[in-house]
């Protein structure tokens, strides 16, 4: 096992020790409480737990065993072998964070190229090495333009179309602060010029998403004038594998891309761990929160990697630091950036693309139903909205009922979408995949 | 060593991976949102697998050897969570599917938040907040509530030790409370004269990190726990040092209201270089309405033939979400795992060998290196780097040199009480083989600090690369290769996007 001690090492240490037994060296411990029993149950073999976690793996459905067309914020894509060969090597899987550049460059080149690998697909100029997920790099965007307007502009404007996720963390994080984060009473259907009215002289940041929670993509170039007109900045939460076909945010004059990283060859392990994306412009990069690397050259006049701008951060600057952020998201950042290098320039296009056709052709398909229509009616990238005919619940159920995994239920988050499923379409679903969902939902209402 | 980057590597036309072509017929690309150039690499799945094999290579990590970090608790990763989390039945789970289909994940969760409770004696347990500084913030954001709930709003300062983690201060002023620094005493203990001054009814809570980071129990720990209860405030425990403590002491025991884990120290995750972590943070009775959720509860009770349903609960009063979805749940099958193959002995058995092995270690070190608090150490210890008759010697130099030898340096420079520290925590994975030639190492390096001093300050010799200029690094800010397709020269800095 995993303690190597025997009988005779132990007592040759404790000798060293000055010590008798091993319960002497708990003397600080109050006696009253010390040694609890555990009421835990009792330790099985490797053997024994390896069936025992299969038995409860096997008590759900997966994605493997489903057809899965749901969607709202992690998506089913396909993860090449080599992602994992990578992430299984104990070099990387068991190191720690590479605070000792010289034994660490592995660790250190590879953050190196992740960065360089989400500026160059958001079309920003730095990226740092993670945060948790999308809904905390939100978070962070806040708190860096807090930080950015030094607390004299406290009004963030985050758009009613952004995952819910993310503003219910960002709620969190700034509740009983002087922040305060705004959801604008804005009809769903609207476009992003909608936001105009609540941007103005005391918004410090305006965050809309792309694709928009509900799958919609916009051109935010006139947004993106309109919120530095005001004087603001702007977020743009990404989905990173569409920016495989989309236009960067980057393009559009966006201040700060965050994201959910999870579509890039990270499994979906029931919503986690995942990765958060954050990049943003040079100027920015000494209010950005997280660790970041910064190529230099050693004693030995060699090129090498090290974490630079640690002024920034909570071990250095304690209560004045950016963030509290320590332990990131390392292994999912190399992960992406694996899933990254192999798929390329070309290769994530084509993943992007057949995710853009077979949505779009799943979307006709449907619309095309007796009862159904689409709700979306402007571009949209991978998943679009449906209005049913009965509740999206007594569907899901049937779908299940033909091991589909029925789309996103809308309806439990906002009234005005009631009988709305969102569906998700991605490079995984085949074509008959997709016919049998559109035939199985025509069958579940009869007119 | 200058192992060339992917976009050195790059060809044009190169795929590493083939996707099928389209099945379906293609629709219209958006024609104002389809992007000109993806500034990606062009390299095949040979290419990928050797470049990052080979940078792998550069690494320490624990599969190759001891790795005494302080406060970071780098124990033996055991190979069989990574096969359970992998299980298809984990691994391919998308996070918002019916709970019908999802129980296996359900009980786990569950079983998971129970034992957690009986390990560190909380009346309740998230597994939501993603690291242990996520879950200090979680704990701090329950504090305030707590306050906020019973109208008493005056409650605005939280103590914290000044050997406290960084992340504690860093928490604290994220969630806008005024953070107010205490003092340690002659014997690392907190200075109980300097609590007391602040025991008044502004005060929200102190954030105890017991073992402190010096590697000692707090040795009048119930007295400082009733005195901030007294005066009204609440107790939060830094449990990143709970690997001394299983089924040693319970801090809820003690009176400790909040507290979070470290699955990625404690229950064995890999750091993978950085995180990701898990953070679950245990409660007292009083706070449990207060926890972030949702959390895993029985939402239709069984009976004999019928096992019971497994939900989704928001806690009443919660303080709301931290994160995207449950949690990091990769982790969570990692630590379930970890905590079934040892049971509640093997547990009481990890935290005596973790502690067993620190004062083995401490007994040795001190014949060598100051040691400024002797007492009996818990899982870890702090001594100086440092020595009156070798004035040019820094715990850095000696924390390089040790690299020579293939060890991982101690924690440096921390916690900031001691000079030059070198904190050392060798967890209960490794063996007294292992301490013994650490302490050779150690008695070898002393030697030459004393006697050959130039090789410490220019140290480490053998690492693929050697000490880095940082200033370099901070003031060109090269933070991206410069991505030009096909590789040219490389761009300036500022030209990273373009």
């Known amino acids: 096992m995993y303690i190597p001690h025997t009988e005779a090492d132990r007592e040759a240490m404790l000798h060293t020790i000055g010590a008798e037994h091993l319960e002497d060296l708990f003397q600080d411990v109050p006696a009253a409480y010390r040694f609890p029993k555990l009421d835990l149950p009792p330790a099985i073999t490797e053997m024994e737990v390896m069936m025992e976690m299969q038995r409860l793996a096997n008590a759900n459905e997966s994605v493997s065993d489903l057809i899965c067309f749901l969607g709202a914020g992690a998506y089913n894509h396909y993860i090449p072998a080599a992602v994992d060969a990578v992430l299984r090597r104990g070099e990387f899987l068991t190191a720690y964070t590479p605070y000792q550049p010289e034994i660490s460059q592995g660790t250190l080149q590879a953050i190196f190229e992740y960065q360089s690998l989400i500026a160059g697909l958001t079309g920003m100029e730095v990226s740092n090495a993670s945060h948790y997920d999308g809904a905390t790099a939100v978070t962070e965007a806040v708190t860096m333009a807090y930080a950015h307007f030094r607390g004299k502009r406290t009004k963030m404007v985050l758009s009613p179309a952004l995952h819910p996720h993310y503003r219910e963390t960002a709620e969190t994080y700034n509740h009983g602060t002087d922040v305060s984060i705004v959801k604008p009473d804005v009809d769903l259907k609207a476009g992003p010029d909608a936001l105009l009215p609540w941007i103005d002289a005391t918004t410090a940041l305006v965050v809309v998403q792309y694709p928009d929670f509900f799958g919609r993509i916009y051109n935010y170039t006139s947004l993106a004038e309109a919120v530095h007109a005001a004087g603001a900045l702007l977020a743009i939460a990404v989905n990173p594998l569409a920016l495989g076909l989309l236009t960067p945010p980057g393009e559009f004059g966006a201040d700060i891309v965050v994201g959910e990283g999870q579509p890039l060859g990270i499994s979906l392990s029931f919503g986690g761990p995942y990765l958060g994306i954050f990049a943003t412009r040079k100027d920015y990069v000494r209010k950005m929160a997280g660790r970041l690397v910064g190529e230099t050259v050693d004693t030995r006049g060699q090129r090498a990697y090290v974490l630079t701008l640690t002024a920034r951060e909570q071990h250095i600057r304690r209560e004045k630091a950016t963030s509290n952020i320590c332990t990131n998201q390392g292994l999912m950042a190399l992960a992406s950036a694996v899933y990254m290098s192999l798929l390329g320039k070309n290769g994530l296009r084509q993943v992007a693309e057949l995710c853009y056709h077979k949505a779009h052709y799943a979307a006709n398909q449907i619309a095309a139903l007796p009862g159904y229509s689409l709700w979306t009616e402007t571009p949209f990238f991978h998943e679009f909205v449906i209005r049913c005919p009965i509740p999206v619940a007594d569907i899901n159920e049937h779908l299940l009922e033909h091991g589909i995994l029925g789309g996103y239920d809308l309806g439990k988050d906002n009234p005005e979408l009631e009988n709305c499923m969102m569906i998700a379409v991605t490079e995984i679903n085949s074509k008959e995949e997709i016919d049998l969902l559109v035939e199985t939902l025509s069958e579940v209402y009869h007119d | ?498």
Request: with cysteine; proline share 7%; aromatic share 6%.
């Open chain 2, 1 to 498: 060593m200058t192992e060339s980057l992917l976009c050195e590597l790059s060809v044009p036309g190169r795929k590493g991976v083939l996707f099928p072509k389209s099945d379906v017929p293609k629709a219209s690309l958006p024609a104002n949102l389809t992007r000109q150039r993806l500034p990606l690499p062009e390299v095949s799945e040979v290419d990928v697998v050797r470049y990052f094999t080979r940078l792998s290579q550069l690494n320490y990590c624990i599969d190759k050897g001891m790795y005494p970090l302080g406060s970071c608790t780098m124990k033996y990763n055991p190979k069989i969570n990574e096969e359970t989390a992998r299980l298809s039945g984990f691994a391919n789970i998308h996070p918002l599917q019916p709970v019908e289909t999802i129980q296996g994940c359900m009980v786990l969760m569950y079983e998971l938040q129970e034992m957690l409770k009986e390990i560190g004696g909380f009346a309740g347990v998230t597994l939501q907040p993603a690291a242990g500084a996520q879950g200090e913030l979680t704990g701090v954001l329950i504090i305030r509530a707590y306050h906020q709930s019973r109208n008493d709003l005056k409650r605005t300062k939280i103590l914290i030790p000044d050997s406290a983690h960084g992340t504690n201060p860093a928490t604290s002023a994220m969630s806008g409370l005024e953070v107010v620094q205490l003092p340690s005493d002659a014997n690392g203990n907190v200075d109980l004269n300097e609590l007391r001054t602040h025991c008044d009814d502004t005060l929200a809570g102190l954030m105890l990190t017991n073992p402190n980071t010096l590697g000692l129990f707090e040795e009048n720990v119930l007295e400082v726990i009733r005195m901030v209860h007294e005066a009204g405030g609440l107790v939060y425990g830094d449990g990143a040092n709970m690997n001394a403590l299983l089924g040693i002491v319970r801090p809820g025991d003690l009176g400790i209201d909040v507290l979070h884990y470290n699955l990625h120290k404690t229950f064995s995750t890999p750091h993978g270089g950085g995180g990701p972590g898990s953070g679950p943070v245990g409660v007292a009775a009083m706070l449990v309405d207060f926890m972030p959720g949702p959390v895993v509860d029985i939402i239709e009770e069984g009976d004999d033939e019928i096992p019971p349903l497994f939900g989704f609960v928001m806690p009443e009063k919660s303080i709301g979400r931290v994160k995207s979805f449950w949690g990091h749940f990769g982790m969570m099958v990692r630590a379930y795992t970890y905590i079934r193959v040892h049971g509640p002995e093997g547990l009481r058995s990890v935290s005596e060998h973790a502690v067993l092995n620190a004062n083995y270690l401490m007994a040795q070190m001190k014949k060598i290196y100051h040691l400024p608090y002797d007492r009996t150490c818990m899982h870890e210890f702090v001594v100086e780097g440092r020595w009156d008759d070798a004035p040019d010697i820094h715990a850095l130099d000696i924390a390089k040199r040790m690299m020579d030898y293939n060890l991982h340096p101690p924690t440096n420079y921390f916690p900031l009480i001691v000079h030059e520290a070198l904190m050392v925590e060798p967890t209960e994975t490794e063996s007294k083989q292992t301490l013994d030639a650490f302490i050779e190492v150690m008695e070898k390096i002393a030697d030459e600090a004393h006697n050959n001093p130039e090789i410490l300050k220019t140290a480490p010799h053998t690492t693929p690369v050697g000490r880095l200029d940082e200033v370099k690094a901070a003031k060109e800010l090269v933070l991206c290769c410069g991505l030009e397709f096909p590789p040219r020269e490389r761009l300036l800095p500022d030209k990273c996007s373009t």
